[in-house]
Nanobody
Framework: QVQLVESGGGWVQPGGSLRLSCAVS????????LAWYRQVPGNQRELVAS???????KYSDSSQGRFLISRDFTKNTVDLQMNSLKPEDTGVYYC??????????????WGQGTQVTVSS
């Protein structure tokens, strides 16, 4: 059964750091792409960082240089290390897993989300 469960959200002051973790079932090898998205009320979810099975990691302009996405093969997690946090990083962070089907279509799976609040 596919399941993505986020943890690690919370409140932090500007300039601080947080590490989000997404526990992936059955395995991180089940997904072609693992990614983190952020959503704020009234807006669509936006990509923060992605980690493809093959190829380079990708970051949004706002997260580039401050965030790092990584896969932990022993723990079956995809983590997001967030440094130098800004108030505009506030939002609900969702873990996403994408599977490419033989037909060429894609299957998307989402976690329940974890709240990150950056404020003084």
């Amino acid at each position: 059964q596919v399941q993505l469960v986020e943890s690690g959200g919370g409140w932090v002051q500007p300039g601080g750091s947080l590490r989000l973790s997404c526990a992936v079932s059955p395995s991180i090898f089940s997904f072609d792409i693992l990614a983190w998205y952020r959503q704020v009320p009234g807006n669509q979810r936006e990509l923060v960082a992605s980690s493809p099975r093959y190829g380079s990691r990708k970051y949004s302009d706002s997260s580039q240089g401050r965030f790092l996405i990584s896969r932990d093969f022993t723990k079956n997690t995809v983590d997001l290390q967030m440094n130098s946090l800004k108030p505009e990083d506030t939002g609900v962070y969702y873990c996403n897993g994408e599977q490419m089907m033989p037909s060429g279509s894609k299957e998307d799976y989402w976690g329940q989300g974890t709240q990150v609040t950056v404020s003084s």
